[in-house]
C-alpha cells in the first residue's frame, strides 16, 4: 500500500465510450502525474499537475482530457480512445523539494 | 529522454547479492539518482535515492562513484519476489515545484532458485 489508489483497476470500453479514471493520494502530496505504459514500453509521462494547475502536457491527443479539482484527487477522463491507447495508466504523486513520488496499481484500459 | 544507461537484464541466484549498475555519466551537480522497481504489471515502488553519498535503506545500498558518473543499486539476499524490472533515475531537486520522473526502459532482474 502506497497511499496512492487508482480505480478502477480493470476497465473495457469501447471506442465510442466515455469512461474515467480516478486516483486519490493520502500523502498529503501537492503534485500528480498520469503516466501511461504500452505493452513492452517504458514509462511515458502523460500530464504533470502541481498545486492543482496543470504544469506539463506531453503533447497527449486531446481524447484523453484531466481533472485535478483538489491536492488529493485526480482524473483522467477518456472519449472517443482507439484500441492502440489500451495500456495500463499509472498515477502518481510527490511532493515539492523533490522527494520520492509514489505510485498507485494502475489501470489496465483495453479499449475494443 | 532518459539519463541513464542500465544493461537489460540481469540473472541472480536466490540468496545472493544482486548487483544492478547504471551508468549516468551527464549528470549535473543538483540530479539525484533515484532507483525503482516494476513488479509485472504493477505501479513502479520507490526503492532508494542518493546524492552523493552511499545510502542504505531497508530494501536496498546505493553506491554513488565518487565522480558521480555511475552507481549500483545492491540488493544484498535477493529472493523471488525480487524479480522485477529496476529502473535508475535521474532528476533534479528544484525549489520549489517538482521534476516528474522519465522512465528508460531498466534493468529485468530474475532471480534464479
Known amino acids: 500500500e502506497t497511499g496512492v489508489t487508482q480505480t478502477p483497476r480493470h476497465l473495457v470500453m469501447g471506442m465510442t465510450n466515455k469512461k474515467s479514471l480516478k486516483c486519490e493520494q493520502h500523502?498529503?502530496?501537492?503534485?500528480m502525474y498520469w503516466y501511461k505504459q504500452s505493452a513492452k514500453k517504458p514509462l511515458e509521462l502523460m500530464f504533470v499537475?502541481?498545486?492543482?494547475?496543470?504544469?506539463e502536457n506531453n503533447s497527449v491527443p486531446s481524447r484523453f482530457s484531466p481533472e485535478c479539482p483538489n491536492s488529493s484527487h485526480l482524473f483522467l477522463h477518456l472519449h472517443t480512445l482507439q484500441p492502440e491507447d489500451s495500456a495500463l495508466y499509472l498515477c502518481?504523486?510527490?511532493?515539492?523539494?523533490?522527494?520520492?513520488?509514489?505510485f498507485g496499481q494502475g489501470t489496465r484500459l483495453t479499449v475494443v | 529522454d532518459a539519463k541513464t544507461t542500465q544493461p537489460p537484464s540481469m540473472d541472480c541466484a536466490e540468496g545472493r547479492a544482486a548487483n544492478l549498475p547504471c551508468n549516468h555519466s551527464t549528470i549535473s551537480g543538483n540530479e539525484y539518482v533515484y532507483w525503482y522497481r516494476q513488479i509485472h504489471s504493477q505501479g513502479p515502488q520507490y526503492i532508494i535515492h542518493?546524492?552523493?553519498n552511499n545510502e542504505t535503506n531497508e530494501m536496498a545500498s546505493l553506491i554513488i562513484t565518487e565522480d558521480r558518473k555511475s552507481s549500483t543499486l545492491i540488493l544484498p539476499h535477493a529472493t523471488l519476489r525480487d524479480t522485477a524490472v529496476y529502473y535508475c533515475?535521474?532528476?533534479?531537486?528544484?525549489?520549489?515545484?517538482?521534476?516528474?520522473?522519465?522512465f528508460g526502459k531498466g534493468t529485468r532482474l530474475s532471480v534464479i532458485a
Open positions: 502518481a504523486s510527490s511532493q515539492d523539494g523533490g522527494l520520492a513520488a509514489f
Open positions: 542518493g546524492l552523493k
Open positions: 499537475y502541481s498545486l492543482e494547475e496543470r504544469v
Open positions: 533515475i535521474v532528476r533534479p531537486t528544484l525549489w520549489p515545484g517538482n521534476t516528474p520522473l522519465v
Open positions: 500523502l498529503g502530496h501537492n503534485a
